[in-house]
């Protein structure tokens, strides 16, 4: 089904969040693109979407991250959750979400249909803002700093790829 459908209807479905750290242990996060169906212009992880039918879950980020941020690296599945939400124009999230690292200092070369801006953060200010600007971030990104932190941090050594 599409992606679009399956927001509408809340059926649960696979989506991935991308999460690419330099070797200074900083989180490269991007700010989503205005016209997006939903959560736009807020600043979430290094990319995120859903699988195309059939294609496996590595191979889509791996897809989505040379689209929206022209960064290519080797990529590992770190863990995965799944989470509910009904976001601001009456769609829903109700996804399988599998967190995916990888390390580069590569420099992104946005797709500013996808993205328009891009910063990078250590994890700790990240986790603060978050506490201080909800408002600003999306609400997997949110779910990933706030309940996975640890989970994500154990897997973030530049040189374990």
């Known amino acids: 089904m599409e992606k679009l459908a399956a927001h509408q209807q809340g059926l649960l479905h696979r989506a991935f969040s991308v999460c690419i750290v330099t070797k200074n242990n900083e989180l490269l996060l991007q700010q989503r693109a205005f016209g997006k169906y939903h959560s736009e ?3 979430t992880n290094t990319c995120c979407s859903h699988p195309n039918p059939g294609e496996g ?11 929206e941020m022209g960064i290519e690296c080797e990529l590992r599945e770190s863990f995965h959750f799944i989470y509910h939400a009904t976001l601001e124009n009456g769609l829903i999230e109700h996804e399988l979400d599998h967190v995916i690292i990888g390390f580069s200092d590569e420099t992104p070369h946005l797709n500013t249909n996808e993205a328009i801006a ?24 949110k779910q990933i700093i ?16």
Do not use: C
Request: net charge negative.
């Open 118 to 141: 891009f910063k990078w953060m250590d994890l700790k200010k990240i986790q603060q803002d978050v506490i201080e600007n909800p408002t600003q971030y999306t609400f997997w990104f």
């Open 41 to 43: 212009g807020l600043w």
């Open 57 to 67: 879950i590595l191979d889509a980020a791996h897809r989505r991250l040379r689209e």
């Open 146 to 161: 706030t309940n996975h932190l640890e989970q994500l941090t154990s897997h973030l050594t530049y040189e374990s790829l």
